[in-house]
């Protein structure tokens, strides 16, 4: 599926920000077989005294800015065509949980694709007993760790709620799963606590999401703002899949992935530090519209 | 034990080890197994034997002397307070013969070179763990292993350039490798004060026992960074979490010893990849940065968010290759715990020769057979967090020492060891050897272990000869008596022959540096200037409180016209007169030594102690002084007290653009004072007594009598507190104390206005010395008192941003 994607993220700062550096990750990423972009830009106003593209560890592309006059407001603008065709279905050949753990053993290396990297605690994932235990109820003996994962996939979008007004970004992990109730980001989150509670390595993703739903289906979840979901390691074979409990569905044509590492700390859109007397709000605004 | 030619008699030697009890089997570092004295010993032994128990303690005060002097302190983190605590110097030096030296030198050199590589490894191939022998998860899920600088090359080629090994001598008698300190080890700066202090007490016997100085191996270190520079004459730093640190005094103390800057987080920038200094002239570019801060907390921008103490950008300077960080940041992954489970298997691998010293036995619980091998011999071990970064014998919050939990735990041990497998290390629980130590008078044998430090040089890894010896307390257990609240000792390294003596003075051919005005950080910068305003405020509020105090004392009637003035405004000053000593006097010397806090490597011991010993003051007055006589002569006594102060300030502080900081901020605020002052007791409409008041308050009345020779008038007032240059008190004579400052400050020039400040000044000037005393009315000096007070907004919006 073809899309034209675009984005308006906008900071206010009523008392004038003095200086900032941040890191930008909003551009749709180039995935060799899963994802091409085909045409990008990002804007930024006013033009930062810096500006420096690269990649990170996990291989994300991120722009870092650098203002240091004092500016009102900023505005960061994405215009994005992306093809993103539809993966290919496939049989599950992922192996059991001991298994699993056997080929993560196996697997000697701290690179980028490691599993490694993904199966214990993370800056904003910790590993808690709760979920742990929540993760454990829902695993048949001797089901597939593909299987496993669909399981809490769907029992999580069964007993949590979405709710755009119940969280925010800093709300930690527990606290979501605790009142069962959240934005994608929580989803993925409790997710993430859940496979690597039970020993699947799991991490996240952020992306963007169909707005527009295709005829007679209706609206997903989360497409009006940048949206988050799953991906874990179904073993050598497989390698990683990725969810979305936000939808109890498998990510696919309709998810356009930005970057994918441990858990939203890694892949924040917007992180930064800024020099500022006071508070500052903020507006963002996306559309992910299929070109017909 | 046999000592012919003795002057100290053998009887002597043995009534001073009458008390020494040393415990079968474990090793101690004074009497050899067969129950000798060790030859490294003797000197000292025999001397301390014919010493008098006075004797010996009146040396013993000379040290401690010696560090309250030099306010050496660290900060102590307890459960319900955080003090600044005297150094717990154990007086008795740890002795050790050149020969073993060599030895433990020669394997802590080969372990540096072997941690190098595995650092390299580690932000780089990975060859170690593809190949086997580092498990993976043990790097993936470690803190300290920074995947934001995975491939980044050092600018200087090294990682390393400053570390530290803690070393134990074992039960047979070998030393042993406790823990590695890679990332940012403190100590060396208090093994300098322990040699200081140590070398007073025994200062004939130091003299003459050969023992190895220290400089030579500092003056090495300090040529060593200079050279990492590069082709410039930027400054070396020391990054520092700031005054809030237990070992900030080390930090402030080594800068000075060393005469390198030293920096908090919020002193650097980035700009294009350049690490910068922010100084009152500008961003001045840094590349070498001595860095006493914990990655962690190094850049929020990409590490942990939440830190204050860095600099957001810096992985990106380091990234680029701008600066050297010694050491490099993610070098702490090193220090954890469970490495030291492979390192033997590592050293072999990639140096085809075993460790030369050996490491503490280590097991990681992640893989199956050593995890079934600590819980078959958990009752010879210390299972704790795999990946603490602490010693062996620094428990975590959950430890089992022997079998036995340290804290409440519902599991059994193996039980426990089972659930947290991969996050568990068994460590074998080694007695360590003990050295002598002086308690109440008597020699006992404690357990000790060492800190050794070791500097990367042109010519290859450097030893300090000494190092920082800490001893525990008696315990039965060696590990617990080890842990926090033991002492730490001199370490003298003991040569046949006589040593050279050293000096930090510098190598030929290089000279030495001189300080530009220019790279003072606008953070020091910003803080002198403040402490030269809170303690000028604190005088004017003193003097205020005794001229309050001393008419309360004269009078019957607290009600007079003159004190119900006076008292109205101290309280628009927030004076609570109801008070004999104003809280608002704590407060603003707290300020001040809040500010002086941060650039203790600024100004000398004696000028930090006198404003020590001030504070102390006002706390014990405020509890005894009552109203009156008895309060207005607690007040002179801090007003002299104050005046030590600034006299150690002011004459003998170097004229650095710092000095000249803190004088503008002790002149505008006795500009702002004085104005506000003469606008409210030198109105036409006051009451009798105010003008005498008011030249009091200025401490100018013998100046008042010797000039004019009627009494106190409107006229005569306003011509001596505001307009006469030559009174040192006057407004006018600030003036001339800010204009000659501020012609020296980075981008202006002496003599003709060229900055928007001097220029602000100028009119700010003009309307005060364009009118005689009698247009100085009440409306024109508050104006002017509100265009000196704008002042100090321009002085930070130019150099302390």
Not at chain 2, 40 to 56: F, G, K
């Amino acid at each position: 599926m073809l899309y034209d994607i675009s984005l308006q993220i906008e900071y206010h700062y009523p008392d004038l920000a003095d200086a900032g550096r941040h890191q930008i990750r909003v551009m749709p990423a180039d995935l060799p077989g899963e994802q091409r972009t085909i045409a990008a830009t990002f804007t930024v106003d006013p033009a930062p005294q810096e500006q420096v593209e690269r990649t990170d560890f996990f291989g994300n592309r991120l722009t870092e800015l650098l203002f240091d006059q004092p500016h009102e407001s900023i505005t960061l603008k994405v215009k994005a065509r992306v093809d993103r065709p539809a993966p290919v279905p496939r049989l599950d050949c992922s192996p059991t949980l001991s298994a699993l753990a056997a080929e993560i053993a196996g697997y000697r290396g701290v690179d980028a694709a490691s599993p490694h990297h993904f199966t214990g605690a993370s800056v904003r994932v910790p590993i808690e007993q709760q979920t742990t235990d929540y993760a454990r109820s829902l695993h048949t003996p001797g089901a597939t760790a593909l299987e496993t994962i669909s399981a809490i996939n769907t029992a999580l979008h069964r007993d949590m709620r979405f709710d755009p007004e119940a969280t925010t970004v800093e709300t930690p992990m527990l606290e979501a799963f605790e009142r069962r109730h959240g934005v994608c980001q929580d989803f993925t989150h409790v997710m993430i606590a859940c496979l690597r509670g039970i020993g699947i390595p799991a991490g996240y993703v952020s992306g963007y999401l169909r707005t527009i739903p295709p005829q007679g289906k209706s609206r997903l979840e989360g497409a009006d703002a940048m949206h988050a979901w799953v991906r874990a390691w179904c073993g050598r074979e497989m390698g990683w899949i990725e969810f979305d409990p936000t939808n109890a569905m498998m990510a696919g044509e309709d998810h356009i992935v930005i970057a994918r590492a441990r858990d939203y700390f890694d892949v924040a859109p917007v992180r930064g530090v800024m020099r500022s007397a006071g508070a500052h709000t903020s507006r963002h605004s996306v559309d992910v519209a299929p070109v017909v | 034990m046999k000592l012919q030619g003795d002057h100290a008699s053998e009887l002597d030697v043995s009534g001073l080890l009458a008390g020494y009890d040393r415990t079968h089997d474990v090793p101690d570092e004074l009497i050899a197994a067969d129950g000798s004295i060790r030859p490294v010993w003797h000197d000292l032994i025999r001397a301390l034997a014919s010493m008098t128990p006075q004797e010996i303690g009146s040396r013993i005060a000379r040290g401690d002397q010696y560090l309250r002097d030099a306010g050496v302190f660290y900060r102590h983190y307890g459960p319900q307070d955080t003090a600044e605590r005297d150094w717990p110097l154990s007086h008795i030096p740890l002795l050790i013969d050149e020969a073993e030296w060599q030895e433990i030198s020669a394997g802590l050199i080969q372990r540096a070179d072997l941690l190098e590589q595995v650092v390299a490894d580690l932000y780089g191939p990975a060859r170690l763990v593809e190949e086997g022998f580092l498990p993976a998860p043990l790097i993936a899920n470690n803190r300290e292993w920074l995947r934001p600088l995975v491939g980044t090359v050092p600018r200087s080629g090294h990682f390393l350039h400053f570390i530290a090994f803690d070393i134990g001598r074992g039960p047979g008698g070998n030393w042993w490798v406790l823990g590695d300190r890679a990332q940012a080890p403190s100590g060396a700066g208090f093994a300098l004060e322990n040699r200081i202090a140590t070398s007073r007490i025994f200062s004939d016997i130091y003299g003459h026992s050969n023992v190895e100085r220290l400089a030579g191996f500092f003056r090495e270190y300090r040529d060593a960074l200079l050279d990492l520079r590069g082709d410039n004459s930027s400054r070396v730093g020391i990054l520092t979490p700031g005054p809030l640190n237990d070992t900030y005094y080390e930090h402030a103390y080594i800068a000075r010893y060393l005469g390198f800057m030293l920096l908090e987080g919020e002193d650097l920038t980035v700009r294009n990849g350049q690490l910068m200094v922010r100084t009152v002239g500008g961003l001045s570019p840094i590349n070498v940065l001595w860095r006493r801060l914990d990655a962690q907390w190094a850049d929020p921008l990409e590490l942990n968010e939440a830190s204050r103490l860095g600099t957001p950008g810096l992985l990106g300077a380091v990234r680029s290759g701008s600066v050297t960080m010694i050491n490099a940041l993610g070098s702490g992954v090193l220090e954890t715990r469970a490495l030291l489970a492979f390192i033997p298997r590592i050293c072999e691998a990639l140096t085809g020769e075993p460790l030369r010293l050996p490491n503490i036995a280590t097991w990681w619980c992640g893989q199956a057979a050593e995890r079934e091998h600590v819980k078959a011999n958990a009752d010879r071990m210390t299972i704790g967090d795999a990946y603490a970064t602490r010693l062996p014998f620094e428990l975590d919050d959950i430890s089992a020492v022997g079998g036995k939990f340290t804290a409440k735990v519902k599991e059994t041990v193996e039980a426990w060891i089972d659930d947290g497998a991969a996050h568990l290390v068994g460590q074998e629980a080694v007695t360590l050897s003990t050295a002598p130590a002086l308690v109440d008078g008597v020699l006992k044998p404690r357990p000790m272990s060492l800190r050794v430090f070791l500097a990367r040089t042109a010519s290859g890894w450097r030893i300090m000869p000494g190092g920082f010896a800490r001893i525990g307390h008696h315990g039965d257990r060696p590990e617990l008596a080890m842990q926090r609240g033991g002492s730490v000792a001199d370490v003298w390294i003991v040569r046949k022959d006589p040593v050279r003596k050293e000096s930090m003075l510098p190598r030929d051919g290089i000279h030495l540096m001189q300080n530009l005005p220019g790279v003072l950080p606008s953070r020091a910068a910003d803080n002198l200037f403040w402490l030269g305003r809170y303690v000028e405020r604190a005088e004017h509020l003193i003097r205020l409180t005794r001229a309050y105090h001393v008419r309360l004392a004269e009078t019957a009637y607290p009600d007079t016209p003159l004190l119900t003035d006076l008292s109205e405004y101290m309280s628009s000053l927030d004076i609570d007169i109801s008070r004999s000593v104003p809280a608002a006097i704590s407060t603003a010397l707290a300020s001040a030594f809040g500010s002086a806090a941060h650039v203790r490597d600024r100004f000398s011991s004696d000028g930090w102690l006198a404003l020590a010993d001030l504070q102390r003051s006002v706390t014990k007055m405020s509890g005894t002084a009552t109203a009156g006589d008895d309060a207005a002569r607690a007040m002179g006594v801090l007003l002299r007290k104050l005046s030590g102060f600034s006299g150690l300030v002011h004459e003998n502080m170097y004229h650095f653009t710092g000095w000249r900081f803190l004088s503008i901020g002790r002149s505008l605020e006795r500009a702002i004072a004085t104005t506000f002052l003469l606008a409210r007791f030198a109105d036409p409409e006051v009451p009798e007594g105010a003008y005498d008041l008011a030249v009091e308050l200025c401490d100018s009345a013998m100046s008042h009598r010797r000039r004019y020779a009627v009494g106190t008038n409107r006229e005569t007032v306003i011509d001596l507190l505001a307009l006469d240059p030559l009174n040192p008190r006057s407004v006018a004579h600030q003036f001339d104390e800010l204009r000659e400052h501020f012609g020296f400050l980075p981008g202006a020039t002496p003599h003709r206005p060229t900055t928007d400040l001097q220029r602000a000044m100028l009119r700010t000037y003009a309307a005060l010395a364009s009118r005689p005393a009698y247009k100085l009315d009440t409306g024109a000096l508050k104006d002017i008192g509100a265009g000196i007070a704008a002042l100090s907004a321009r002085i930070g919006h130019a150099y302390f941003r």
